[in-house]
């Protein structure tokens, strides 16, 4: 079965810098990869979507990128903002089913 | 629209007895599904709906757990008995169609805490 992983630390970044968070997989290569953001108390939002076929997808300061050699995607965050702090989490598809799984999440905490 | 709606937002009951959540999709999504977020296991996947129709609820805990969708606007997850276990926070999410990577929408949540 599919497995991912993500950053299991909190990751603490300075306002105004880069923000890298990774998302491995093992097994089959998805047709697709999602990213959502949480916040504390509510349910996960979704930000991307980027296929398979696609190398780098960007909207505003966000960009994931997706290298299915190395079963791994990369969410960055340009200019990060402590509005950017909350909890991001990748998610793919089960196989061919009809539903994805999440990975576990990787908190990050932007400060000022 | 309002977005997934989902009622009771917290809950707290003592173990045994029964619990109903409900979840209001989002109108025109023709996928429901039930996910149950935890510490220690992250987000899963309990069951899912198409049309109305359980297509997949190899998730689903126990037969503690089951799920209804009587109609397109309308699903109730229900546990019978309770446990302590089962505390967490159960969220239900609707799309549009799935298979081709469309969003899911997640509700606000319900917060089950088990005595």
């Known amino acids: 079965s599919q497995k991912i992983e993500q950053n299991s630390e909190a990751l603490n970044i300075q306002e105004g810098k880069t923000a890298t968070l990774t998302c491995n997989y093992t097994?089959?290569?998805?047709?697709?990869l999602q990213w959502y953001r949480q916040d504390p108390g509510r349910g996960p939002v979704f930000l991307l979507l980027i296929r398979e076929n696609e190398k780098e997808k960007r909207k505003e300061r966000l960009k994931v990128t997706f290298d299915t050699t190395l079963k791994q995607s990369l969410f960055h965050i340009t200019a990060s903002q402590p509005a950017d702090s909350a909890t991001y989490l990748c998610?793919?598809?089960?196989?061919?089913?009809?539903?994805?799984?999440f990975g576990s999440g990787t908190r990050l905490s932007i400060r000022p | 629209d309002a977005g997934v709606i989902q009622s009771p937002r917290h809950e707290v009951t003592e173990m045994g007895q029964e619990v109903t959540l409900r979840c209001k999709p989002i109108s025109g999504h023709d996928y429901l599904f039930w996910y149950r977020q935890t510490m220690m296991r992250g987000l899963e996947l309990l069951i899912y709906f198409n049309n109305n129709v359980p297509i997949d609820d190899s998730g689903m805990p126990e037969d503690r757990f089951s799920a209804k969708m009587p109609n397109a606007s309308f699903s109730t997850l229900k546990i019978q008995p309770s446990e302590p276990r089962d505390s967490a926070v159960y969220f239900c999410?609707?799309?549009?169609?799935?298979?081709?990577?469309?969003?899911?929408?997640f509700g606000p949540g319900t917060r089950l805490l088990v005595l």
């Open positions: 999410a609707s799309s549009l169609m799935s298979g081709g990577g469309e969003t899911q929408y």
């Open positions: 097994n089959y290569s998805p047709a697709y």
């Open positions: 998610a793919l598809p089960y196989s061919s089913a009809s539903k994805i799984i």
